[in-house]
Nanobody, 115 residues
Framework: QVQLVESGGGLVQPGGSMRLSCAAS????????MGWYRQAPGKQRELVAT???????NFGDSVKGRFTISRDNAKNTVYLKMNSLKPEDTAVYLCTSIYGVRWYWGQGTQVTVSS
């Protein structure tokens, strides 16, 4: 069983930055694809970013060039650094761990971009 706990959300002004963290339990972290999705009220869940065990990254079109994803396998933690935040980035951000066909999800952390 994999447990994911997100942290680092909150309120930030437009143009600001924020870093989210996701701490994972379980022995599969180092070989799993880790990622972040987000869901805003009334909208479908959308890809933010993923990172493979080898460090290959993939980003959703709406965040390319503004967000970065990284992982620390020694700490079983994945990070999402968000820069140049916009009001449309407001959403619940969910950490995910993908191992084969199994997807695990955290509870999510709220990010609100507002002045």
């Amino acid at each position: 069983q994999v447990q994911l706990v997100e942290s680092g959300g909150g309120l930030v002004q437009p143009g600001g930055s924020m870093r989210l963290s996701c701490a994972a339990s379980g022995s599969i972290f180092s070989i799993a694809v880790m990622g972040w999705y987000r869901q805003a009220p009334g909208k479908q869940r959308e890809l933010v970013a993923t990172i493979t065990s080898g460090g290959t990254t993939n980003f959703g079109d709406s965040v390319k060039g503004r967000f970065t994803i990284s992982r620390d396998n020694a700490k079983n933690t994945v990070y999402l650094k968000m820069n140049s935040l916009k009001p449309e980035d407001t959403a619940v951000y969910l950490c995910t761990s993908i191992y084969g066909v199994r997807w695990y999800w955290g509870q999510g952390t709220q990010v609100t971009v507002s002045s």
